[in-house]
């Protein structure tokens, strides 16, 4: 049986089938979508529809939200964690100004993931270090090691679970950065026809929260608790700062200044907006364009390692077996 197989597999004529089946399947699963009889009118009466119900979901989420954190309602953490971290002052210890901004930037704001956040770096030390023992001197792991390596490789384990809290911060927020760049130009654009159209600034943050959430949760949670900030705090300067400080952006950091400077100066939020939105859109270009330029070399080896063998497969296959048919060889 075995020694059949490896005839099989080892025959001309079959390799050369077997290419031009996987080329022929590639090409029908290229081809198939775009010969659909679907029409123009039903796809976007379809897109329309999902937009509706998306739009109606986010805007359920964003008012549970508001409502929980109007009455003041905080996430559940349990007492044992609260007492360890002040028994043992780990917020003096662990916890400073940048540590603060962090949890800020990946969206975790008040005391509670503060608490959270350092006693897991706390107790993932020993955690670790226990999985560590546990896998090297019980399961037997690296026996060709001498027992003092093994104990240094526990030791590392251990430290990279004192800093795996702030790789988990850090991971975060660098996904809702990437997430609000992302729909930060649009933002800029809705926020300009709101102010134009007459509306104030609050306004216009609680339309384009509105709006955007569609694209961008994470976006449409800061400015509606910037319109939040803006209605009860004494300076309007500090919602603004504090909107560039949580997502940590240049691009709203500008905007924020630019705002800034509108309120005291008496000049048109308009003019300013409208300068801003132009760069943001030149920036989200250019890093598409830098995509699309990085795309070539990326694409190099697959090309020579899948595409080109099946197409000299396509084109060279019926005359290797007319060949071989004729038995020339």
């Known amino acids: ?172 927020a660098t996904k809702r950065k990437q997430s609000i760049q992302k729909a930060w130009p649009d933002a800029l654009d809705l926020m300009l026809i709101c102010v134009e159209s007459g509306m104030s600034v609050e306004a216009a943050f609680r339309k384009v929260a509105d709006e955007i959430g569609l694209q961008s949760v994470e976006l449409a949670e800061e400015f509606v608790l910037t319109n939040a900030e803006l209605s009860y705090l004494q300076e309007r300067k500090t919602a603004y700062d504090n909107l560039a400080s949580r997502t940590g952006l240049e691009s709203v950091k500008s905007v924020a200044q630019a705002l800034v400077q509108a309120e005291r100066y008496g000049t048109p939020v308009a003019h300013a907006l409208r300068v801003l939105a132009q760069e943001s859109r030149e920036m989200r270009m250019n890093a598409a364009e830098k995509k699309a330029a990085a795309l070539p070399p990326k694409l190099t080896v697959p090309m020579i390692l899948f595409f080109l063998p099946v197409l000299f497969a396509v084109i060279l296959g019926p005359a290797g077996i007319q060949v071989s048919e004729r038995g020339i060889f």
């Open 1 to 172: 049986m075995v020694a059949q197989v490896m005839k099989s597999l080892t025959d001309p004529a079959f390799l050369v089938a077997l290419f031009v089946g996987i080329a022929v399947f590639a090409t029908a699963f290229t081809l198939l979508p775009s010969l659909s009889g679907n029409s123009m009118k039903s796809r976007m009466k379809s897109v329309a529809l999902e937009r509706d119900e998306l739009r109606a979901k986010q805007r359920a989420r964003l008012a549970a939200e508001s409502d929980r954190r109007r009455k003041g309602l905080r996430e559940e953490q349990s007492l044992g964690m609260r007492s360890i971290v002040e028994r043992l002052d780990l917020r003096r210890a662990l916890a400073d100004e940048n540590t603060m901004n962090a949890l800020r930037m990946a969206g975790f704001r008040g005391q509670n993931p503060l608490t959270r956040f350092l006693f897991f770096r706390l107790v993932l030390p020993f955690v670790f270090f226990g999985g560590a023992l546990v896998y090297m001197f019980m399961m037997g792991g690296l026996p060709e090691q001498p027992p003092f390596v093994r104990f240094f490789v526990c030791i590392v384990v251990a430290y990279a679970g004192f800093y795996a809290p702030v790789l988990y911060v850090s991971n975060k």
